[in-house]
């Protein structure tokens, strides 16, 4: 066995490796910091790359600029008439102010404001949809839909409210004849509240099963959403509750109408003959009662009983 003598580093290669030590530690944390401030910068830039394009959004809304109506609504509603058949107006210019057309003589008119989105509206349309649409192809009547959106806040950001009312615009501007058939397809299926409603794809579908003319054109409409700000100027005016043509000019006569103080403008707005509708959305007789006492209202003329031969 032999004896190995072990030569102890002398002082100062001790410091020398401990400064070699340090200088090593403090590299290793400098990239780690380097490093860390890499990662936060990426990360609070895709943070800000979110919120511009959310601003973004926002902005592209709140600010487009105004365009025309869609044709065969100049007064914020289409009027169907005889056979369901559509009125034919020319576009609201941009800035215009709609002038309230005057009611066919001898025929009840009936005006519906309307949110695709409101359930109260769905009630109405499904207890009394099939008798007005009767009243109306039998040319006893006439039906000018309204379309607003005041429930965009209740379809989980999608705008579903806005988007239904861009496409009803844009099925009545090419196809109007075909609105009554497309507004029916949207009630039997209404999106529940909470929820992001109707896709833009699903309104085309109901387009297409509508049978709507050209449906190229309204499928650009829906997707390019041509009339949004159409949509809001409608809606804008139809929050002010100065109906021409009826007994509400506020929503202090709102609030007379139903008897309450709290009562305040909301879907759906049903007039006839200028009359607000203040009864039940779910009883039949409450509406038919209301068409029955207004003068415009004709009935069907009972057949004359043919005499009996006698011998």
């Not at 309307?114 to 040319?139: H, I, M, R, W």
């Not at 309204?146 to 501007?173: E, K, M, W």
């Not at 006569?253 to 009864?279: E, H, R």
Request: hydrophobic content about 40%; overall charge positive; glycine content about 8%.
């Amino acid at each position: 066995m032999s004896n190995v003598t072990q030569v102890r580093p002398s002082k100062n290669e001790r410091r020398d490796v401990a400064r070699e030590k340090a200088r090593e530690a403090r590299l290793k944390q400098q990239r780690r910091e380097r490093r860390n401030r890499l990662f936060l910068q990426g990360g609070i830039g895709l943070v800000v790359l979110a919120i511009v394009a959310i601003v973004a959004v926002v902005l592209v809304n709140s600010v487009r600029p105004a365009g025309p109506g869609p044709k065969n609504m100049a007064d914020d509603g289409i009027r169907l008439t005889t056979g369901l058949a559509a009125e034919r107006t020319a576009a609201l210019a941009a800035g215009a102010t709609p002038q309230q057309r005057a009611a066919d003589a001898g025929k009840v008119a009936i005006r519906v404001y309307e949110d695709f989105g409101c359930p109260y509206c769905e009630q109405f349309e499904t207890t009394n949809g099939a008798y007005v649409k009767s009243l109306v192809t039998s040319g006893k009547a006439t039906l000018q839909v309204y379309p607003v959106a005041i429930l965009d806040n209740n379809f989980a950001g999608t705008q579903y409210s806005t988007r239904a009312a861009n496409a009803a615009a844009a099925v009545a501007n090419w196809s109007p004849d075909r609105f009554s058939a497309f507004h029916d397809l949207l009630y039997a299926n209404q999106p529940k509240e909470g929820g992001p409603g109707l896709s833009d794809d699903q309104l085309i579908g109901y387009a297409k099963q509508a049978g709507v003319q050209d449906l190229a054109a309204i499928t650009t409409a829906i997707k390019d959403h041509t009339y949004f700000s159409w949509v809001q100027s409608a809606t804008d005016r139809f929050l002010k509750a100065r109906f021409a043509g009826t007994n509400i000019h506020s929503e202090a006569d709102i609030q007379k109408a139903l008897g309450s103080t709290q009562a305040g403008i909301g879907t759906p707005m049903v007039f006839v003959d200028g009359k607000y509708f203040t009864g039940s959305l779910t009883d039949a007789n409450a509406f038919r009662t209301a068409v029955l006492k207004t003068d415009a209202y004709t009935p069907s003329a009972t057949p004359t009983p043919t005499p009996t031969a006698t011998r």
